[in-house]
T-cell receptor
Framework: DTGVSQDPRHKITKRGQNVTFRCDPI?????LYWYRQTLGQGPEFLTY????????KSRLLSDRFSAERPKGSFSTLEIQRTEQGDSAMYLC?????????????FGPGTRLTVL | KQEVTQIPAALSVPEGENLVLNCSFT??????LQWFRQDPGKGLTSLLL?????REQTSGRLNASLDKSSGRSTLYIAASQPGDSATYLC????????FGAGTTVTVRA
């Protein structure tokens, strides 16, 4: 079991550019979550997938954000026209999906800095 | 929206002292509660998960209690060590996690 992996670990971009992050969940985990964490705060829920279906999106996920999980395995989170307020740690987590309260296992996160 | 509060925001103790971390929430409902540890710049590691029907969970030096009637959970860490220095987060759990802001703990050698 290799755990949840995220790529890249760090991303620095200029305002207005598009960025894409990738998350590889634990093998055979059906549920995949995205959270965002700003400095000094706890993570905030963005969205989650059950297999390839995106079941919920937070109001935090503006139209500039899009997430996909095309084959029910890895997921991507894209931010278009980045703003300085998008600077944060983006965390991915996965769970087996056998029950709604299975433990979520977190990846190391992608730290985004928008200049 | 579920509100989760952790007080204090930061805590510094000498090695060997017991740690008591508090978490309060506004809506007990049927939520489970989970405690996590986060090291600087890293992801989250699950410590303890308390099901909504349970009152406490224990793992080694860690013990977490849940009192839904008062909307509180407490994480106890016995005989703290410098390696316990980290940020501790509690979260209500009903398929997605609703986190508090965390308590940053420093254990002085």
């Amino acid at each position: 079991d290799t755990g949840v992996s995220q790529d890249p670990r760090h991303k620095i971009t200029k305002r207005g550019q598009n960025v894409t992050f990738r998350c590889d969940p634990i093998s055979e985990h059906n549920r995949l979550y995205w959270y965002r964490q700003t400095l000094g705060q706890g993570p905030e829920f963005l969205t989650y997938f059950q297999n390839e279906a995106q079941l919920e999106k937070s109001r935090l996920l503006s139209d500039r954000f899009s997430a996909e999980r095309p084959k029910g395995s890895f997921s991507t989170l894209e931010i278009q026209r980045t703003e300085q307020g998008d600077s944060a740690m983006y965390l991915c987590a996965s769970s087996s999906g056998e029950s709604s309260t299975d433990t979520q296992y977190f990846g190391p996160g992608t730290r985004l800095t928008v200049l | 929206k579920q509100e989760v509060t952790q007080i204090p925001a930061a805590l510094s103790v000498p090695e060997g002292e017991n740690l008591v971390l508090n978490c309060s929430f506004t809506d007990s409902a049927i939520y489970n509660l989970q405690w996590f540890r986060q090291d600087p710049g890293k992801g989250l590691t699950s410590l303890l998960l308390i099901q909504s029907s349970q009152r406490e969970q224990t793992s080694g030096r860690l013990n977490a209690s849940l009192d839904k009637s008062s909307g509180r959970s407490t994480l106890y860490i016995a005989a703290s060590q410098p390696g316990d220095s980290a940020t501790y987060l509690c979260a209500l759990f009903d398929y997605k996690l609703s986190f508090g802001a965390g308590t940053t703990v420093t254990v002085r050698a």
